[in-house]
């Protein structure tokens, strides 16, 4: 099809062939543009020009595809849908143009144009959402427009060679999809969705270990004049110690934590989340290290401060935010093997140490500060910041955040580093700076 709409139109040297191959005899002629910039600023070689008799298409306007059923279209997701004709008697089997009308325009789903033929009164046709919410479409709803096309008018196919994909929804991965902002326009939320799909792998899956970045390795310092510290387990209830193994087992199969025959052990146990759930209580695995904390050495390394962070975001003046929150960021975090055994804890199961850098041991979260600065050294202050597994990015356009986005997965992977998807959200007006 040529577009009567634009300047010139323009085909690749390989249609030529095309052209020949259904009877259309072409010559090219010298141009006296020698460049071509496109709709989308690209500049494009001129070969020459080609002359083409075209015949037009008749299309009949009268006809529109209502869906016959109510239809839900699942996030991330493609269905084909059978919809019937509106407004017209059509012939079986008549051929037609199908795309997407002005109504499921405002709904946000993509349709593809495409020839279609009549069967039974109805029409096959696809439709994809993008989104990371279900849409809904009522019975008798406005879907697709259907314009018919003469038998006399002639079509042929153009066959692709070497195609590659470079976006579209993403169903390799089975991700619990990020919270991203309801106040973007379509074509933003659809570069969005597109950013978080190619950059999948920087978040935690069901199926994926932590992430782990083992260029730094955390040392733990304590003077010599420091004896090990060795305490009782505390007691814990039938119904701890059952949890306490499953919390064993797990870090051990993630390889956070291994077997110990360090002098020093700490106790551990287990404090009961807040939850509104009276039946379950969900527990929080933790060591006790308040006398192992008095031996070692301080870590003066900075933390970032409200004020910091204020003023930073304030000389910006940015209009878009996005939270990142990596998934369990200590643990993605390595201890230098000599310091591992200042970590141990014991219980009834018996001695363990930490591979991976613990909550609760002092530094810890001087030294996780240090790890991320060093991971997006660079960036900080410019367009993100960091508070410890928290980061936040701020741009002053969409495009620019886009961009910073994509500079921040892109060194969050070459650090082994994983997202919660969950726990991120994205393209917001307005977010809650930490609580610092």
Known sequence: MIDTGADISVANLSMLSKLDSVGINVVVKPSDKKVIITANDEHVESVGTINVDLKKISFDPRCVLIAKSDITVPP???????????????????????????????????????????????????????????????????????????RDDKLFDIKL????????????????????????????????????????????????????????????????????????????????????????????????????????????????????????????????????????????????????????????????????????????????????????WRCHLGLFQFRRLPMGLKNSPQMFQRLMETVLHGLTFKFCLIYLDDIIVFSKTFEDHVQHLTAVFERLKNAGLKLHPKKCTFAKRQINIWDI
């Not at 325009?105 to 349709?111: G, H």
């Not at 306490?244 to 700490?266: C, F, H, Q, R, Y």
């Not at 192992?292 to 878009?320: F, M, R, W």
């Open 161 to 344: 060679e070497n195609t590659q994909q470079v976006g579209g929804v993403n169903n390799k991965r089975d991700i619990d999809l990020p919270d991203v902002s309801r106040d973007l326009k379509v074509k933003e939320r659809g570069q969005l969705n597109e950013l978080l799909s190619k950059h999948s792998d920087v978040f935690v899956n069901k199926e994926d270990k932590l992430g782990q970045y083992d260029v730094i390795e955390h040392e733990i310092h304590i003077p010599d004049t420091c004896k090990p510290i060795r305490q009782r387990p505390y007691k814990l209830g039938a119904k701890q110690k059952e949890v306490l193994e499953n919390v064993v087992s797990d870090m051990l199969k993630d390889g956070i934590i291994e077997p110990s025959t360090s002098p020093w052990a700490a106790p551990c146990l287990l404090v009961a989340k807040k939850s509104n759930n009276t039946t379950n209580t969900d527990y929080r695995f933790v060591v006790d290290y308040r006398r192992v904390n008095e031996c070692i050495e301080l870590n003066a390394h900075p933390l970032l401060t409200t004020e910091d962070a204020l003023e930073s975001v304030g000389a910006k003046q940015p209009t878009y935010f996005s939270a990142l929150d990596l998934k369990s960021g200590f643990y993605q975090s390595s201890i230098h093997p000599k310091s591992r055994p200042y970590t141990a």
């Open 76 to 150: 991330k997701s493609e269905v084909v849908i059978a919809a019937k004709i509106k407004g017209a008697q059509l012939p079986e089997n008549v051929l037609g143009l199908a795309s997407k009308s002005l109504s499921l325009a405002s709904r946000v789903l993509l349709a593809a144009n495409s020839i279609a033929h009549v069967s039974n009164g109805t029409v096959m046709h696809g439709l994809c959402n993008i989104f990371d919410k279900p849409i809904k479409i009522k019975k008798n709803s406005n879907v697709v427009k259907f314009v018919c096309i003469s």
